[in-house]
C-alpha cells in the first residue's frame, strides 16, 4: 500500500482536522477555481474577438490577393489579363479554398439630396457570398451571369441610411474616365452591415463586367484575384506559394499582397490583445499559486504533530513532503474541475443567447464574441496544474527542517 497517499486522503477527508485547515482549503480551491475560469474566459473572449474582426477584413478583401505589379493603394484597378492556368493552379491547391475575380472602381452615389463617394466592388460568376450571406439584414445577394451585365447591387446599412437609399429602389453611381462621366442606374437588391464602419462607408458590391465596361476592358481583363485560404495560421505560407505560382511575366507582372499587408494597422491591433491575455494569464496564476502555498503552509502547521511522530517512525522527509504534496495536488484538481465547469458554462451560455452585448460602434461587434478552443482549453489546464505543482514543492521543503523532538512537543 502506498502509505503517503493512504494518510493523504485522511488528510483530505478531514475528519481529523481542526476548523483552521477547512476554511484555508476552500479558499484555495475558490481561489484556483475562478483564477482558472477567468483565464479561460479571458482567453476565449480574446481569440473570439480576433477572429470575429479578422473574418470580417478578410470577407471584404480575401486572405491574399494577387494584382497588376503598378496598382497602388487607390481603388482603381490596373487590368491584368486573367490567366487561367494560374487560376486553375491556385484553384486546385490543398490549402486553398476559393479563388475568385475581383476589380474595383471609385465612383460617387447621388440622390436629390445627398452625395457620398463609394467604391464598387466588382465580381464575377465564381464569388463566394458565405461572408455577405451572414449579414444580409435586408435582401439577397444577386446573381453573377458571365453573359450578360447585371445593374443588381448590395449595398451597406451605412450608405442606405446616409443617403436615404432602400430595398428594391434605384441607385444613381457616378464615374470619371479620362475625363469622361458616366453614370449608372444601379438597382438595390439587399443590404449588409458588417459593423467596421472603415469598410461599410466604402463597399458596394456589383457585377465586374460593368467596371469592364466603364474602363473599356475586354473580356479577359480583371482587376486580380483574390485567394481564400483554409487555414489563417497558415497565411505566409500560402502566400509564399502564391508567389512562386506567379512567378514574373514582364508582359504581365503581377504582386502578391496578404491581408496583413493591406491593413496591417487592425492586425497589428489585435495582436495587442495577446498582450492583455497573457498578464491577465500571469495575474491569474500567480494569486492561484499563493493561495494554494498558504492553505498547504496552513495545512503543514496543522499537523506538525504528525510529521514529528512519522520522522521519529523512520519516514524519510521526502516520504512526508509527498503527503502534502498529494493533498495539494486534489485541492488544484479539484479546484480547476470547479473552475473548467464554471467557465465552460458561460462560454456556452454566451454562445447561444449573446447576453453580454457590445457598442458595436466602439467594438465593432454588437455582443462579446467567444471562441471556444478544445486544445486552448487542454493547454491552459496543462500550464495551470504544472505552475501550481512547481508552486507547492518550495513550502513543502519545510518539512525537512521539523525535528522530531520539537514536533511532538508543538502545540
Not at 451571369?145 to 451597406?156: L, P, T
Not at 479539484?334 to 457590445?358: D, W
Not at 458595436?360 to 496544474?385: A, C, D, E, R, W
Request: with cysteine.
Amino acid at each position: 500500500m502506498n502509505f503517503e497517499l493512504f494518510i493523504a486522503r485522511k488528510i483530505i477527508s478531514g475528519k481529523d482536522s481542526n476548523n483552521v485547515s477547512k476554511p484555508m482549503a476552500a479558499i484555495a480551491i475558490g481561489g484556483i477555481s475562478l483564477g482558472l475560469a477567468v483565464i479561460i474566459i479571458s482567453v476565449a473572449i480574446v481569440t473570439g474577438f480576433q477572429e470575429e474582426i479578422r473574418n470580417k477584413v478578410i470577407g471584404f478583401r480575401g486572405h491574399i490577393q494577387v494584382s497588376n505589379f503598378d496598382s497602388n493603394n487607390s481603388y482603381e484597378s490596373v487590368p491584368v489579363n486573367f490567366n487561367q492556368q494560374l487560376y486553375n493552379k491556385l484553384k486546385g491547391t490543398k490549402g486553398v479554398n476559393m479563388v475568385q475575380e475581383f476589380a474595383t472602381k471609385f465612383g460617387i452615389i447621388k440622390t436629390d439630396d445627398y452625395f457620398e463617394g463609394a467604391v464598387l466592388k466588382g465580381i464575377a460568376s465564381d464569388y463566394d457570398w458565405n461572408f455577405f450571406k451572414g449579414k444580409m439584414i435586408e435582401g439577397k445577394p444577386f446573381m453573377v451571369n458571365d453573359k450578360e451585365r447585371s445593374k443588381e447591387v448590395v449595398i451597406s446599412k451605412y450608405l442606405s441610411k446616409k443617403l436615404n437609399l432602400h430595398l428594391g429602389q434605384k441607385m444613381f453611381m457616378y464615374f470619371i474616365n479620362k475625363s469622361a462621366r458616366q453614370v449608372i442606374d444601379f438597382h438595390i437588391s439587399g443590404i449588409y452591415e458588417t459593423g467596421l464602419e472603415e469598410f461599410d462607408k466604402q463597399f458596394i458590391l456589383g457585377d465586374i463586367a460593368q467596371i469592364r465596361r466603364l474602363n473599356n476592358w475586354d473580356s479577359i481583363q480583371i482587376g486580380g484575384f483574390e485567394v481564400l485560404i483554409n487555414n489563417f495560421d497558415d497565411l505566409d505560407k500560402e502566400k509564399n506559394f502564391v508567389n512562386e505560382s506567379v512567378g514574373y511575366d514582364y508582359t504581365n507582372p503581377l504582386k502578391v499582397c496578404s491581408i496583413k499587408d493591406t491593413n496591417p494597422q487592425i492586425f497589428d491591433w489585435l495582436n495587442l490583445q495577446n498582450m492583455n491575455v497573457g498578464i491577465i494569464i500571469i495575474l491569474m496564476l500567480v494569486v492561484a499559486g499563493i493561495n494554494m502555498i498558504s492553505a498547504l503552509l496552513i495545512i503543514i502547521l496543522e499537523r506538525t504533530n504528525m510529521i514529528g511522530t512519522l520522522k521519529a517512525m523512520g519516514a524519510a522527509d521526502w516520504s512526508i513532503r509527498k503527503i502534502f504534496l498529494y493533498t495539494a495536488s486534489y485541492l488544484v484538481g479539484f479546484g480547476m474541475t470547479a473552475g473548467n465547469i464554471l467557465a465552460i458554462t458561460i462560454c456556452q451560455l454566451q454562445v447561444n443567447f449573446k447576453f453580454l452585448k457590445l457598442d458595436q460602434t466602439s467594438y465593432y461587434i454588437p455582443y462579446v464574441p467567444v471562441n471556444f478552443s478544445i486544445p486552448h482549453l487542454f493547454l491552459i489546464n496543462i500550464g495551470t496544474l504544472v505552475v501550481c505543482v512547481s508552486m507547492l514543492i518550495i513550502p513543502s521543503i519545510i518539512i525537512t527542517r521539523i525535528t522530531p523532538v520539537k514536533a511532538i512537543r508543538f502545540n
